[in-house]
């Protein structure tokens, strides 16, 4: 959606009803069998890191289903970064939504969308101690994958709810493929095997049972 859509649908009384509190990073119409939608990705600005890119410490998203007189929320995310208690405990520096790699389109051709929303974070070390949450919703219910990167091999692992196993082929085959992806952008450091491991239906895959 243009900067203009965003205003005419996101306005203060609509914004204010949701808790939309954060600025938009982007927001999708999505229209399928069922009716219209509208998802808006939204991120806390916490200033600038030394690199002049911004760091956000939350994010919130949004999906609402527009009705003939109304918007109507169906589902939204809520989450935020690390904060260590201490400045030598563990703190991730941004949270932020990884739009080049969401979805809201029909994947198992029911005419349904199959939203797939994906953020991460940037731990001391950028990407390779960061983490990594796919949301996939399907048929109301919200099924997730958690992936922790790490420097060391013992750190990183992936965690995949078992209803996941359960989704269409399409849909699994579309994650999968996203994650390879990942992979080549140096934006994720999965566990070796982890294809093996998914085919076997693991629910915790790291460097110790992927292979």
Not at 25 to 42: C, P
Not at 152 to 174: G, I, K
Request: hydrophobic letters at 35%; charged letters at 25%; a positive charge.
């Amino acid at each position: 959606m243009s900067k203009a859509e965003i205003n005419r649908v996101f306005t203060k009384e609509v914004n204010s009803k949701f808790k939309i509190n954060f600025s938009v990073w982007k927001a999708f119409h999505i229209t399928d069998a069922t009716g219209s939608y509208f998802v808006t990705l939204t991120e806390k600005f916490d200033g600038y890191n030394d690199e002049g890119d911004s760091n956000h410490y939350a994010i919130k998203a949004v999906y609402l289903q527009q009705t003939s007189d109304s918007l109507v929320k169906k589902w939204e995310i809520n989450d935020a970064s690390i904060k260590g208690k201490t400045k030598d405990d563990f703190s991730e520096t941004s949270i932020w939504f990884w739009t080049k790699y969401c979805s809201f389109i029909d994947l198992d051709g029911d005419g349904i969308a199959d939203p797939i929303v994906i953020y991460g974070t940037h731990g001391i070390n950028g990407y390779d101690d960061g983490r990594i949450k796919f949301i996939i919703y399907y048929k109301n219910k919200k099924i997730a994958i958690r992936h922790q990167n790490g420097v060391l091999d013992n750190q990183r692992e992936t965690q995949v709810d078992a209803a996941f196993y359960n989704l269409p082929s399409a849909l699994q085959q579309s994650v999968q493929k996203t994650m390879k992806l990942m992979m080549a952008n140096n934006h994720a450091i999965f566990p070796a095997g982890w294809e093996k491991a998914m085919a076997k239906k693991l629910t915790v895959i790291n460097e110790r049972n992927g292979r």
